[in-house]
Nanobody, 123 residues
């Protein structure tokens, strides 16, 4: 079982930055892979980026490449999503999700989810 808790969301102006955190009780060398998803009102949940247990990352959304960076600190059992150059279209609820070892791009591949944190970017 894996419990995840996001934090760090909020309100920011266009061009600003936020760092989201996803905390768990424990990270180990093979557990878990952590992905960030987001869901805007009326839209499907979108996979953004993932980091595996071995620190390799996989980016899925072209819209965030070059602006968002994922990282993890196993000692703190926390994963991070650094978001720079934010745009109004980045406004959404952001979720972290976990699965064993390897990254996948589909939400259905992740059995563990946080409660979500709202990010609002004003123009």
């Amino acid at each position: 079982q894996l419990q995840l808790e996001e934090s760090g969301g909020g309100f920011v102006r266009s061009g600003g930055s936020l760092r989201l955190s996803c905390a768990a009780a424990e990270f180990t060398f093979d557990w878990p892979a952590i992905a960030w998803f987001r869901q805007a009102p009326g839209k499907e949940r979108e996979a953004l980026v993932c980091i595996s247990s071995t620190f390799s990352d996989s980016y899925y959304a072209d819209s965030v490449k070059g602006r968002f960076t994922i990282a993890r600190d196993n000692a703190k059992a926390t994963a991070y999503l650094q978001m720079n150059s934010l745009k109004p279209e980045d406004t959404a609820v952001y979720y972290c999700a976990g699965r064993r070892r390897l990254c996948e791009a589909t939400a259905g591949s992740y059995p563990y989810w946080g409660q979500g944190t709202q990010v609002t970017v004003s123009s």
